[in-house]
């Protein structure tokens, strides 16, 4: 199962593609992040029922943002986020779990939770804060 969740986040050449946001919700039960795929779609991978969230900002990088520190001040060529790495495999702890990587250049972090769903999504249909 683990080589074909990779196999279908693979298959979206996510690799250096625009990262549009990042979120969490429901207390961190459910992770999105969306990519960018182009002019008219995006793709949404979905994390659920997770079980631990983590991960790590350029906040603390010196002079990095010296203009404007908060993210949600920036607007969309101001981000930098851009997909490096989405590695799954199988959690040893937790049975019928997932151990998610992740490395979307400024950020890094990792995931364990029970469902991974990928789909693409209209662009019109998006909406972020930074437009």
Known sequence: ????????????????????DFNCSFFGDEVYLYVEND???S?????????SVNYETDASWNNWRTTLKYVKDMKGPQLGYYCQDI????????????????NISIMTGKIICKEIKIEKISNDKLSFFWK
């Open 43 to 51: 793709w949404k991978f979905s994390f659920l029922v997770c079980h």
């Open 39 to 41: 002019e008219n779609t």
């Open 1 to 20: 199962m683990v080589d074909n969740i990779q196999q279908q986040i693979d298959s979206t050449d996510y690799w250096d593609a625009k990262v549009l």
């Open 87 to 102: 590695s799954v495999s199988e959690n040893k702890e937790f049975e019928g779990f997932y151990d998610i990587s992740f």
